[in-house]
Nanobody, 123 residues
Framework: QVQLVESGGGLVQAGGSLRLSCAASGRTFTNYAMGWFRQTPGKEREFVATINWSGSITYYSDSVKGRFTISRDNAKNTVYLQMNSLKPEDTAVYYC????????????????WGQGTQVTVSL
């Protein structure tokens, strides 16, 4: 059982940066791969990034590769998404996710979701 709460969203100009945080409850945090997804009105939720249980392996969607960085601090039960060089197309609600493996970090497989935090990037 994992509870996830995102924070750090907001309004930023194109080219700016934001750092999202996802606080997890319980002592099972280190057993899970973590990830971030995003969704805009009229679009399906899409994968953004994931990180394995130890933090040694990361994977990103092509749309954010080189701009976003996912990290985790297991001692603090927290996963982060550092977003740099933000673009208007990054505007979305960002959701934190926890799953058993990086391979199951998929929309239909993720068992635990956060409530989402809004990120808006203006021109």
């Amino acid at each position: 059982q994992v509870q996830l709460v995102e924070s750090g969203g907001g309004l930023v100009q194109a080219g700016g940066s934001l750092r999202l945080s996802c606080a997890a409850s319980g002592r099972t945090f280190t057993n899970y791969a973590m990830g971030w997804f995003r969704q805009t009105p009229g679009k399906e939720r899409e994968f953004v990034a994931t990180i394995n249980w130890s933090g040694s392996i990361t994977y990103y969607s092509d749309s954010v590769k080189g701009r976003f960085t996912i990290s985790r601090d297991n001692a603090k039960n927290t996963v982060y998404l550092q977003m740099n060089s933000l673009k208007p197309e990054d505007t979305a609600v960002y959701y934190c996710a926890a799953s058993g493996t990086m391979r199951t970090m998929r929309i239909d497989s993720v068992p635990y979701w956060g409530q989402g935090t809004q990120v808006t990037v203006s021109l």
